[in-house]
């Protein structure tokens, strides 16, 4: 095929003379994406710190940044923007770090979201000495939720944002849990799904044998429905705590004081409903891991 050399002008006109795009064009085109995600990020960080009241930098970028290695410093910079809105405002919190609740200007702005919001500038758990046990709890709870769970924290639980019920639960036990953890699980054939509800206790301080076994009753309720459509059930509990104390020991002899007299059949089916979450911590608290087991395979682990 031969071409008329009009139809070849454009391509075999000197570098000079070619018609060139604006420089400009890629980089506003760039600039916006820019802005885009910057704007994306600064929601999710907003509707984190709305999740669990308050937040620390740590947190913030490991919920929002689970797999950047610089997500501690994204997580600052767009803080920074948001407090410099208002939108944010820093406390101090009990361990001399800051942390971050919502403003009431940034209550407006999440409702202007379709996000039910308030502000959280009151919340005594940031300066107060709940501030560890409530810190630890939110984080592990964000462990879970980077992996695909759904989460609700004391803060959640207590505003009722929750898509089930724990009423009933929390009345038999006579406590409220320090976090929910849930997954919905495909039916088989012809069946509905499954949503399966853990029930989360942070152990900060060393509790009363009384106020373990309260807790670990909850594995006794293991097959409660949570919802009218029978759909929501309560598959277990998990406790939470820092690996440099004894609360796994101290767990075993309440689940000896509460389940002793039953048979060891019953004793391993209770205490495989109990997960123990051992968190490697750095002074004063940041996350360094976790690992996780059963009750019932610490126990053969301790008898070895």
């Known amino acids: 095929m031969r071409f008329q050399k009009a139809e070849l002008a454009g391509v075999l006109a000197p570098p000079s003379a070619r018609i060139k795009a ?15 995600l910057a704007r994306e990020n600064e929601l999710r960080l907003m509707k984190t710190v709305m999740q669990f009241g308050h937040a620390r930098l740590a947190e913030l970028a490991r919920a929002v940044w689970p797999a950047n290695q610089y997500g501690i410093q994204m997580a600052n910079r767009t803080a920074k923007r948001l407090v410099q809105q208002g939108l944010l405002f820093p406390r101090r919190n009990s361990l001399g770090g800051t942390s971050l609740c919502i403003s009431r200007p940034g209550a407006v702005w999440l409702d202007a979201r379709g996000i039910s919001a308030r502000d959280t500038l009151s919340l005594s758990s940031i300066a107060g000495p709940s501030f560890f046990h409530r810190t ?6 964000i462990e879970r939720q980077v992996i695909g769970d759904s989460v609700a924290g004391e803060y959640a639980i207590f505003r009722g944002q929750l898509p089930f019920s724990i009423d009933g639960l929390a009345s038999s036990l006579r406590k409220m849990p320090d976090g ?16 399966r509800v853990e029930w989360v206790e942070q152990e900060a301080a060393m509790k009363a044998r009384p106020e373990i076994e309260r807790c670990l009753r909850a594995a006794e309720h293991v097959s409660t429905r949570l919802s009218d459509d029978g759909r929501t059930v309560l598959v277990g509990m998990v406790f939470v705590f820092d690996d440099a104390l004894s609360h796994a020991r101290r767990i075993l002899h309440a689940a000896d004081s509460l389940w002793g007299h039953k048979s060891a059949t019953e004793r391993a089916l209770l205490e495989r409903r109990v997960k123990l979450v051992c968190v490697k911590l750095r002074p004063p608290l940041t996350w360094i891991s ?3 087991t059963t009750l019932h395979e610490y126990r053969q682990r301790q008898s070895v």
Do not use: F, I, N, Q
Not at 24 to 35: D, K
Not at 136 to 141: I, Q
Not at 180 to 195: I, T
């Open 22 to 36: 604006p420089r400009s064009a890629a980089p506003s085109r760039r600039s916006e994406c820019g802005r885009a």
């Open 180 to 195: 929910l953890v849930w997954r919905d699980h495909p039916g088989g054939y012809h069946s509905e799904k499954v949503r």
């Open 290 to 292: 976790h690992s996780d």
């Open 136 to 141: 630890l709890a939110t984080r592990y709870l």
